[in-house]
């Protein structure tokens, strides 16, 4: 939790503290990716059942309905761990073109740690309506988390080519979490209608 806390308010400080330790790559996911990735979906399951979401008029809860919605946030979880590792790895490949050298540790690095800001932002969801808008805001902050990554030469990306690299790499990033948001909504609702066909 230090590390956590310190990559979101001290970033450029705690990038050069990384770059001088040595992560293995399943130790590294295990230890922030699978924890961190769960507190959104955790926390939009919980809010359910603060708000009632799960319950219906004159009938009490609808276990079928809160099943459902555990299947989907199980689901949006499996597909943020999928997401960060497309990008980590989609980080490391695009190293090449920007004189820097492909590390693929430093890289899922970099990815995981910029999916910080999205990940806690979860927490949002206990705001009616509106946690989800705050959410996505929220995550912007991790551009500038990977910024700081690029900047501290974690690849040893010279400096005129960081912007660029930056730049590559959210589009991706960010296309990567969209996908990982839309596909488990679409696939639900296709689901829900051919069960009602």
């Known amino acids: ?15 050069t503290r990384i770059k001088e330790e040595s992560f293995s ?3 590294f996911f295990v230890s922030f990716a699978l924890i961190l990735a769960a507190v959104s979906p955790v926390i939009r399951f919980l809010t ?9 008029p004159f009938t009490g809860w609808s276990w079928a309905v809160v099943r459902r919605e555990l ?12 997401a960060v590792y497309v990008w ?12 820097s050298r492909r590390k693929k540790t430093e890289s899922l ?3 995981v740690f910029s999916m ?39 690849l040893e990306t010279p400096r005129k080519k960081v912007f660029g690299y930056l730049i590559l790499s959210s589009v991706f990033g960010l296309g990567l979490v969209v996908l990982a948001e839309v ?3 679409f696939l639900f609702t296709a689901w829900g209608v051919i069960q009602i066909g």
Do not use: D, N, Q
């Open 116 to 154: 910080i800001p999205f990940w806690l932002g979860g927490m949002f969801y206990l705001i009616p309506e509106y946690g989800w808008i705050i959410k996505i805001g929220v995550g912007f902050y991790g551009a500038y988390i990977l910024f700081r990554g690029l900047t501290a030469a974690l």
């Open 71 to 82: 299947l989907f946030c199980a689901v949006i979880y499996l597909c943020s761990l999928a």
């Open 25 to 27: 790559f399943s130790r």
């Open 88 to 99: 980590g790895r989609m980080i490391s490949l695009l190293a090449p073109l920007f004189s």
């Open 48 to 56: 359910g059942f603060v708000y009632g979401h799960y319950r219906r």
């Open 1 to 15: 939790m230090r590390r956590v806390f310190r990559i979101l308010f001290k970033p450029g400080w705690e990038w």
């Open 109 to 111: 690095i970099l990815a």
């Open 183 to 185: 596909l488990p909504r």
